[in-house]
């Protein structure tokens, strides 16, 4: 066994044990296993979102974009900036709610502000729809860095066996609170090695930053702005502002908020996690330092490209402390993705269909869940040929669109109704879906169009024909009542 | 339904350099600490949001006192 693999179990280890103690001395119901009985202060809050929210899709797949597409993965420091300023004035009208009626899950608001179960169970399937493809993302960042670090030892798929069993496993005994322990430590080794790549690389290969994109320049010319086509500044824009509104539509974001112990905490972190969101710089200008030290990473094969110039760069014993922290930013946010999604299927898809459950059998069903959740990620992450970035723009199409129906029905009588909600979401999820599986884009449709309107991300239109079902069937079904 | 208060527009700036600002700004040169202009413009703005919030969350605590102080007034 090399050294690299050694450090990473040590710290796989490291993490069960945080799991373990965080759950000594309480009994674990499920409010505890999933909201952490509500008793989490900023600091805590702000770990638990941080974990979410910088995750292999960061590490991994904002070097890979960096490094395969250049100046549009600047998007992804983007989105999250505006998300935040959104944050300040939403968060706390959702939490003032979700506190008030004990809510769980994010289908438990849904039902609550439009009455109707039904739709909570949609929105559920919306959820899980698009956690699905979250989980895959990182399992397939768990893969590469366990095969990568092992250097050669462990294939792709062995690899990702080892990493879906070590999730299973954490999941099932910690919970929320070994979410929230791990995330410390993840968050400050994810710090350290970002911010230490991204300053050491450069100027080792290139002696500063601003030789380096000069060279990058001279190799590729354009890399380093968006192109006139394809992914042009339409793109980026319509990019930006659906990723951010979908930003907190993320159920497991969004019930993370549940657990806020007050509405302060939510002001607080909209200051201070943008400061945090630039780790993401860091990130690139390894991508970047990449490019002209290990060329030919074409497609999906991007996604290697800092565990690679890594290898380059540095001994096993090194490469194994950055494996390990790319190994958190995996296993924190795949333990608490892993998680939703089964207290999804649990509470909010079985428990409407089997009345008269107990909040004891839900609670086991959502445990015996976990595996079952596990395999069929595993499934996609062997089958689908997909780089991380692009994994991650689909399950964001899939929840921008409760986007809407959650705004209006933030007022105090939400100006939507039950069949306008499900009518909307119902027509923007099938957009998705078709436009995804069909690979259809604006470009296919009207190939004579400018390309200001055919580069626009898909995800608007939508969004756009969501918005207009949903206003047309609420303006007819509220007439009626 | 209260008005909004003036200095809650604040929270937009940083979101409108961006949506907005991103068209003009997409360009190499002039290197800003050694990133390409369009990097450095994007870093700008993640910076000011955090400014930007935080101003405006001081500024809507000045203004929750100040409410608080002006319903007391008016109930004595």
Redesign the interface.
């Known amino acids: 066994m090399n050294p690299a693999l050694v450090v990473i179990g040590l710290f796989l280890a490291l993490s069960f044990a945080l799991g373990l103690l965080a759950r000594r001395g309480r009994t674990m119901n499920l409010e505890q296993w999933t909201v952490g009985g509500r008793g989490f202060g900023a600091l805590f809050v702000f770990l638990l979102m941080a974990g979410e929210i910088y995750t292999t899709f960061t590490f991994l797949g904002g070097s890979g974009w960096a490094y395969g597409r250049g100046?549009p993965a600047?998007y992804i420091?983007?989105y999250?900036?505006?998300a935040?300023?959104i944050s300040?004035?939403l968060l706390p009208v959702i939490w003032r709610y979700a506190t008030t009626h004990q809510l769980h899950s994010q289908a438990d608001f849904f039902v609550r502000k439009y009455g109707s179960p039904a739709l909570g169970v949609m929105v559920s399937l919306v959820g899980v729809a698009a956690l699905i493809p979250y989980l895959v993302l990182q399992l397939k960042g768990l893969g590469i860095i366990v095969s990568e670090t092992s250097y050669g030892a462990l294939s792709v798929p062995a690899a990702v066996w080892i990493s879906v069993t070590a999730l299973v496993v954490y999941v099932i005994i910690s919970g929320v609170h070994g979410s929230a322990w791990t995330a410390v430590v993840k968050d400050i080794m994810i710090l350290a090695v970002a911010v230490a790549l991204g300053l050491y690389l450069p100027w080792r290969y290139y002696g500063?930053?601003?030789?380096?994109?000069?060279a990058i320049?001279q190799a590729k010319p354009g890399f380093?702005?968006?192109p006139a086509k394809g992914m042009s500044?339409s793109w980026?824009?319509s990019t930006?502002?659906l990723t951010?509104l979908g930003f907190y539509m993320w159920p497991h974001a969004f019930a993370s908020t549940y657990t806020a112990k007050s509405e302060d905490v939510f002001?607080?972190n909209?200051?201070?996690?943008?400061?945090y969101?630039?780790v993401l710089?860091f990130v690139?200008l390894t991508g970047f330092a990449a490019i002209l030290q290990v060329p030919g990473l074409v497609g999906a094969q991007a996604d290697l490209s800092l565990l690679k110039v890594t290898k380059l760069a540095f001994p096993p014993l090194v490469v194994g402390l950055i494996g390990a922290a790319g190994l958190l930013t995996a296993l924190v946010p795949g333990s608490m993705i892993l998680m939703s999604a089964c207290t999804i299927v649990a509470k909010n898809v079985c428990q409407p269909l089997l009345p008269g459950s107990s909040e004891h059998t839900i609670h086991r069903l959502a445990r015996a869940m976990v595996p079952v959740v596990a395999l069929v990620a595993v499934y996609f992450t062997l089958h689908g040929g997909e780089a991380i970035v692009p994994l991650l723009l689909l399950g964001y199409n899939f929840v921008t669109q409760l986007f809407p129906s959650l705004l209006l029905s933030l007022p105090e009588r939400p100006l939507a109704t039950s069949a306008g909600v499900m009518a909307g979401i119902a027509t923007g999820v099938a957009t998705v879906s078709w436009t995804s599986l069909t690979g259809t884009t604006f470009a296919k449709l009207f190939p004579s169009w400018p390309s200001v309107i055919t580069d626009l991300n898909i995800g608007i239109v939508a969004m756009i024909a969501n918005i207009v079902v949903l206003l047309v069937v609420s303006a007819l079904t509220r007439k009626r009542s | 339904m209260r008005r909004v208060p003036l200095h809650?527009w604040l929270?937009?700036l940083?979101?409108l350099l961006?949506?907005l600002g991103?068209?003009f700004a997409?360009?190499?040169h002039a290197?800003v600490?050694?990133?390409?202009f369009?990097?450095a413009w994007?870093?700008g703005?993640?910076?000011l949001?955090?400014?930007?919030?935080?101003i405006?969350?001081r500024l809507?605590d000045r203004h929750a006192a100040a409410e608080r102080r002006r319903d007391r007034e008016r109930t004595s």
């Open positions: 100046a600047f420091l983007c999250g900036a505006i935040y300023s300040y004035f500063g930053m601003g030789p380096m994109f000069d320049e380093l702005t968006l500044v980026f824009v930006v502002l951010s002001r607080k909209a200051a201070v996690m943008p400061l969101q630039l710089l690139f | 809650r929270a937009t940083p979101g961006i949506l991103v068209p997409n360009r190499v290197l600490l050694g990133m390409p369009l990097l994007i870093v703005c993640v910076l949001t955090s400014l930007v919030m935080a405006v969350g809507d």
